[in-house]
């Protein structure tokens, strides 16, 4: 970013390596005067000193190497003072090896603290990380742990109906939607570490079992929970800012066209069928012909070519993926032979450009777009997921629909293939390598820019790590990451839609790939039979999509949008003069009281103009959030200062770049 953002790191570092050799030191001190309990604190400290020096660690070795040399030989004499007390906090975090009969230990308080120092990582963040237990677990360890300042102590108890007696330092976790929204509500905050306590303590007392126990099924499902956030996460770091500077562009063409709350409850009880583009398709393509003016017929843009050659056309086509890319996949479609379009706000501003008139939008990155929909006063909201097949199942709950079909959702690899043979992917090949990771071969530069969008670098190195998921006809089927947390959606989803609508009908048509729990399988030929001998009268698909699209109150919405965008134009241009006005003092050598007086007011009044344009924290929430956590790690009145310094300039750097499309977006209504 910047030198003053270069600064604060380094001043961040000085502090946190000062503060290692510090506790470093002490731990020797207390050492050698055979202090046992400052030697747990201190081993304790370090510990957490670590877990925040591994926070920003990353950058903070980027960007030591444009540092001056003299800064760099003061983090090497640091360093060097750190690396003291390695050997003795080695030997002290695992001195329960020293035990020659652990069992025996384990009942002594002396015994229970080491097996704890063995059981926790050099580096643990003592408000943040995860300590995992099971309901057996003594209750003396969470006071042990308590005691040194965890704070998150994590029961995963899924039989709710097994009425226990609950510690209350644990946090009980009964359901997989529960550990979804436990870390949701962390949001970048996430824990970085999760250990299992009990697991542990069973090797201490040689407890080990050759089948997994429920204890340790539990717990997979707890850090699948934590690695769905964590990519969530990561995905809204990296594309968030591209997300908001579309959704901008986006804005007049929104206004102008229809919105999914428009469509509440108007396909009541009418089947609907998500065409997704996995290897299976091809097994049953042309089943869909018989369900063709029965359901409510919606496809990813990904499956768009292989429907097309086979002469089948959905009544809508769903987008909400943000890259330009994926206009490819719809390029050369016949647009005159669907009903609409459903896009994500936050799609590639073409999309919205080429289509106007037959799109439908809706919110296809929950936790990023409401602010859009807040624009136009639409408080409903519908859950998004990780693809547009997920996202389409959420409108198809909204839209009442039953039954919901799967049709192509493998979410798995089958006969070295991705994706069905007649789509845009189809030629992709996919392989094992001699590391039994995934690869990819025969993909064309396009795809491959999709591909590296989630890790940059040579393509032809590019890998996928392999998970396996449960068969749709049995056994285990090869997966990926991306894949997993679908399937974990839709799981999600099947369970949360059978208990708002008990009467709801879920059904997996894919014929292959991987069993997704709470579908009933059944070939899709069947199903259309079955349809067909349940429907009193074909559903009028067309003229409720027509309807929607015909129906737009422009006016009205072109008004409350000019009124918003004025709004948040006069807040951005007030957060850009009160960041220049703040950077013009904090960049003053020694400011008096009166200056600094002044500096805390302005401040106030520019963080409630960042408030009210809340396009900014958005598009920059990762940054914001790094600047304002050194801002809080500041032990002098200067290093205060840079911090402050790196907010006002992120400020001054991205205000601009908005009000620019927010013009651009107000001067398409004049």
């Avoid at 943040?128 to 309901?135: E, G, K, Q, R, T």
């Avoid at 670098?457 to 997966?479: I, N, Q």
Wanted: with cysteine.
């Amino acid at each position: 970013m910047t030198d003053t953002l270069t600064r604060v790191y380094q001043d961040y570092l000085v502090s946190l390596l000062q503060d290692m050799a510090e506790v470093s030191g002490a731990i020797l001190a207390a050492g050698a005067q055979g202090e046992v309990d400052k030697i747990g604190q201190g081993t304790d400290k370090l510990r957490h000193l670590r877990a925040q020096l591994q926070a920003v660690e990353q950058e903070a070795k980027t960007r030591l190497d444009t540092m001056a040399p003299a800064f760099q030989e003061k983090v090497n004499k640091l360093l060097f003072e750190i690396g003291k007390s390695e050997g003795f906090f080695r030997a002290w975090t695992q001195r329960f090896d020293e035990y020659t009969d652990p069992i025996s230990a384990l009942e002594s308080d002396d015994g229970k603290h080491a097996a704890v120092d063995k059981f926790l990582t050099d580096a643990w963040d003592w408000s943040n990380d995860i300590v995992a237990v099971a309901l057996d677990t003594p209750a003396v360890y969470f006071k042990i742990l308590k005691a040194r300042g965890q704070k998150k102590i994590v029961c995963v108890h899924l039989d709710a109906d097994n009425k226990i007696e609950k510690n209350d330092d644990v946090t009980y976790l009964e359901d997989k939607w529960q550990m979804r929204r436990f870390f949701e509500e962390m949001g970048n905050n996430y824990s970085r570490r999760i250990l299992d306590l009990s697991t542990f303590l069973d090797t201490l007392h040689q407890n080990n079992e050759s089948i997994e126990s429920e204890h340790q099924k539990n717990i997979e499902l707890l850090k699948r929970a934590w690695r769905i956030q964590i990519t969530n996460s990561a995905t809204i770091n990296k594309f968030g800012s591209r997300w908001i500077m579309q959704g901008i562009d986006n804005l007049p063409y929104i206004a102008e066209n229809a919105n999914i709350s428009e469509l509440e409850n108007a396909f009541k009880d009418v089947p609907m069928v998500i065409i997704s583009p996995g290897p299976s398709l091809d097994k049953n393509i042309e089943q869909l012909r018989a369900l063709q003016g029965k359901a409510l017929l919606v496809a990813p843009a990904q499956t768009a070519a292989a429907l097309a050659k086979a002469n089948i056309f959905p009544n809508i086509i769903g987008i909400a993926d943000p890259l330009g890319e994926m206009a490819q996949y719809v390029r050369n479609f016949p647009f005159d032979q669907v009903d609409a379009l459903i896009l994500g706000v936050s799609c590639h501003t073409g999309l919205f450009e080429e289509h106007t008139g037959k799109i439908i939008s809706f919110n296809g990155n929950a936790g990023v777009d409401t602010w859009i929909s807040e624009i136009f006063k639409d408080t409903r909201r519908l859950g998004s997921g990780g693809s547009i097949s997920t996202c389409l199942f959420h409108i198809g709950q909204f839209l009442n629909c039953n039954p919901i079909v799967l049709v192509g959702q493998d979410l798995a690899l089958s006969d070295g293939r991705a994706y069905s043979s007649g789509g845009d992917r189809g030629d992709i090949q996919v392989k094992l390598d001699a590391h039994g990771r995934i690869q990819y071969d025969n993909v064309s530069e396009q795809g491959q820019a999709i591909y590296l969008e989630q890790k940059q670098g040579d393509f032809s190195k590019y890998r996928e790590e392999v998970f396996m998921l449960p068969g749709y006809y049995g056994g285990e089927v090869v997966s990926k990451v991306d894949y997993v947390i679908y399937h974990a959606e839709f799981e999600r989803q099947a369970e949360s839609a059978k208990e708002a609508n008990p009467d709801i009908k879920l059904y997996n048509c894919t014929e292959g790939g991987a069993m997704i729990k709470g579908f009933e399988n059944i070939s899709l030929k069947e199903l259309a039979e079955k349809i067909s001998a349940e429907m009193s009268e074909p559903p009028n698909v067309r003229a409720t999509l027509q309807a929607c699209l015909a129906n737009v109150d422009v006016a009205t919405r072109r008004k409350t949008l000019k009124a918003r965008l004025s709004s948040v134009k006069t807040s951005l241009q007030k957060s850009y003069s009160l960041a220049n006005r703040c950077q013009q003092i904090a960049v003053k050598a020694n400011p008096n009281p009166k200056l600094l007086a002044s500096l805390s007011q302005l401040e106030k009044e520019l963080i409630t103009a960042v408030k009210n344009s809340s396009f900014i924290s958005i598009s920059m929430q990762n940054a914001l959030e790094k600047a304002i956590l050194l801002a809080s790690k500041s032990k002098t009145m200067q290093q205060n200062l840079n911090a402050s310094l790196a907010l006002y300039e992120l400020i001054i750097n991205e205000a601009p770049r908005i009000l620019a499309r927010v013009n651009a977006a107000l001067g398409k209504m004049k």
